[in-house]
């Protein structure tokens, strides 16, 4: 390696096995360069040699764990394909009974049993999004903009029936999305700050959602933030919003946010939640601003 780096005055980087003297292999990195006097002439050589070896491990078993996850989720969709297509078929009998005339108590079992094989329809939905993997096609956004054109959709959809006050940044925003995919985060979670504003809090003036886009050019970051002044989550439930299935809606998925954290993370962006009684709740979504 000396000879090496003498003849070439190049660094040196390699890997390779040890075996110590209770018979256990350790990897190690070994990296060294030539330093050179006031003549350009080397002079010696200075270098490290690291242990490797847990961190080559964890890499190993993330990639057997993406592989796994991977075939789960092919599993899945193979699942969800295998059962919507006879429950299509099943809601389209259940739909023709619908015109015959029953009595009340059988028309009665029929409606449930059509509101709950839609609800199986849209959970099939739902799993089939979150196990797909999330191909993007990115594109330059001016977010301030793009957010003004899906918060016009937004209010034309009558679940959304709160106040949303939007915030722009004073300056033009531009990050690389899939507007599509970032639009769906959008539509989520100002449908869940909607849902999250209590009844009782109808008349208070803090029954509105504000979507806030806060620029932060020292780490040339993007915080979009979208508020609402209603019931606090509890401290024990925050770190389970995520999870795939686990929801506090009666006639929840769990699978919208953990959908939403998905895409946040094919941008490489970051997903978080705060949630107290002073502040209420805030979901923020970092992005990186584009140069």
Sequence with gaps: MLEAQRLGQGKV????????SDDSIRLIRDQSFPVPDGSGNIYRIAGIAEDITERRHAEQKMGKAIAALAEVGELAAMIVHEVRNPLTTVLMGLNAIR????PESVQERLNLSLEEAERIRNLLKEILLYAKPQALQP???????????????????????????????PHPVRVLADKD???????????NACQALSAESVTNADAKITWTVEPDLITNSVYIRIHNGGNPIPPETLPKLMKPFFTTKSCGTGLGLAIVKRIVD????ELMITSNEAEGTQVSIKFAILI
């Excluded at 980087?13 to 110590?20: A, F, G, T």
């Excluded at 015109?99 to 029953?102: D, G, N, Q, V």
């Design 181 to 191: 995919k970032l639009k769906q985060v959008f539509i989520n979670l100002v449908d």
């Design 266 to 269: 094919a941008h490489s962006g």
């Design 139 to 169: 594109s330059e956004l001016e977010i301030n903009a793009f957010i003004g054109d899906t918060l016009e959709s937004i209010r034309m959809m009558p679940a959304i029936s709160r106040r949303i006050d939007f915030l722009p940044a």
């Design 13 to 20: 980087d390699e890997e390779y096995r040890i075996v110590r």
């Design 99 to 102: 015109s015959i005339e029953l």
